[in-house]
């Protein structure tokens, strides 16, 4: 127990066991008389986390709860998490971390993750050093310029990079001690946030852009100096920022964007699925996009390296994919288009939103606006119209930013829809039927592909991870989960998920000569033994 004992040992968040301390490890460790006589399992432990987790009104205060928890009793957090991944996931990240963040500076407990801001440049390297751990794994960082749908939120948004190293360990094992939330906190150009007194970040407004290329320049070479082995993970940084960090080091360092990448191979992974039910081919798909920004674009990316890989060339394969913005479709006339986006603006006559739906009969419609209702009920009627079975995924969260919810997509198209969201929905009854909408969660993605170049140490992470992630992702759907009208496994199955993830990321780090660890013949042992089990 590190020689801790005492009060010291019962109050250690690591290490604690709490009530659960047998008699002999309470004479052993000075702590009769400091705990209650019984001597609590950590199944009745878990009885009373969820006891008093229940009680409490409101989804806030059950994530305040839950990561008071966290910083109390971390085996006891972790294990209660992974038990009821499909309740707690929702109140430690999408949608109640959402309020969480926006809410960050009043409901602060206790200083979580590492904070960086313009008046370390220059001593980044020396500053890690204050971390308490040296083997870290995983570094989620954000500078809280797009939280979800949200926007600018400074500082709070250190509540998303706590959140997702909490979904890394619960979700795919990654130990606690190896992971590490970041703050870059560059300032915020939300002024309400600013002029709030209990506001805890840079109160100034975002540096310029020099220095900001600066100080994200040094972060990364920083990471490398003290923790060479760290995966870092960019989550929720502005689309332009988010695309150019991403060709600036993925070629340099272990890193990735979860908005980008993630997204695109658990939307990919939908799509996949999603042609078990309707019986048509991947390659004959026309798919159309709802937003340009970061979430599209990589998806359009990896669903256009996914239909290369089916046998169209990249000409024909952009050809299938489709976008819509603000004013309509988007097309070859369109002025200012982004560069990513000008692949797939092709010929064709200027129109609305429902026409472009009417004229190109999309099989499956996909949303990444931020912007709730833009799937209404003539767009989701103009689907069903076209469509005997409609893939509809709606992505954007929390769920009050989201395309339309999981009722209105089953009632407008009479229940034929095949219905995914980025936030979760509970069940809905329509008709005779209960319907089950599946969760395009992030988190079927990224901790495995986490756990895969941890596992096997690969310099870099590739697009053709998250090919096969989106593939092992689609193959894991049960034929009784596809008749339902699922297109995603159960959440409870995430660990299971992210295991088979993690050993086909091992494989491409093989095959593409990135694996620095020499990986044994028993590859799927290997891993497992390489996943934390908070246990006692």
Known sequence: MKNLSGKALLINPVL?????????????????????????????????????????????EKYIFLNALSERNQRLFYRTMIDHIEEIMPLVYT?????????????????????????????????????????????????????????????????????????????????????????????????????????????HARVDDETYHVLVDEFVQAVQLRFPKALIQFEDFLTPHAFEFLER???????????????????????????????????????MFLGTGSAAGGI???????????????????????????KGLVTAAHQNIKSRIKPYAHEHTPCSFVDAIRMIKPQVLIGATGVAGTFD??????????????????????????ECTAEQAYRWSNGRVIFASGSPFAPVWFGDRLYKPGQGNNAYIFPGVGLGVYASSARLVTQSMFLTAAEVLAGIVTEQEIAAG?????????????????????????????AETALPENLEGYVKSLMYEPDY
Request: proline share 4%; net charge neutral; with cysteine.
């Open 377 to 402: 009920e003539a767009v989701v009627s103009a689907m069903a119209a076209v469509n005997e079975r409609p893939v509809i995924i709606a992505l954007s969260n929390p769920t009050s930013h989201t």
């Open 95 to 203: 949608p109640t971390v959402g309020e969480a963040c926006k809410e960050f500076a009043h409901i602060f407990r206790k200083p979580q993750g590492f904070y960086i801001t313009p008046e370390d440049r220059g001593e980044m390297a020396a500053i890690f050093g204050n971390w308490p751990e040296q083997d870290i794994r995983v570094i989620v960082v954000t500078d809280g310029e797009r939280i979800l749908g949200l926007g600018d939120l400074g500082a709070n948004g250190m509540g998303i990079s706590i959140g997702k190293v909490m979904l890394y360990v619960a979700c795919a094992g990654i130990n606690p001690a190896q992971c590490m939330p970041v703050m870059l906190d560059v300032g915020t150009n939300n002024q309400a946030i600013r002029d709030d007194p209990l506001y805890l970040g840079y109160p």
């Open 249 to 287: 080091y993925g070629g340099q360092v272990r890193c990735f964007n979860d908005d980008i990448q993630g997204t695109a191979a658990v939307t990919l992974a939908g799509i996949y699925s999603s042609c078990r039910i309707t019986g048509k081919q991947f390659s004959d798909l026309a798919i």
């Open 16 to 60: 604690t066991k709490s009530t659960a301390f047998t008699r002999e490890e309470r004479q052993r460790y000075g702590l009769r008389g400091l705990l209650p006589y019984d001597v609590a399992t950590l199944a009745k432990q878990k009885e009373r986390v969820l006891d008093s987790m229940r009680s409490k009104a409101t989804a806030i």
């Open 486 to 514: 699922a297109i995603y496994p159960t959440l409870n199955r995430v660990r299971e998920v992210s295991h088979a993830i993690a050993v086909a990321v091992c494989r491409i780090a093989v095959k593409e000569g990135l």
């Open 300 to 326: 359009a990316e990896l669903v256009t390296d996914a239909f290369c890989t089916a046998g169209l060339s990249r000409q024909q394969a952009q050809k299938r994919l489709w976008f819509v913005d603000r």
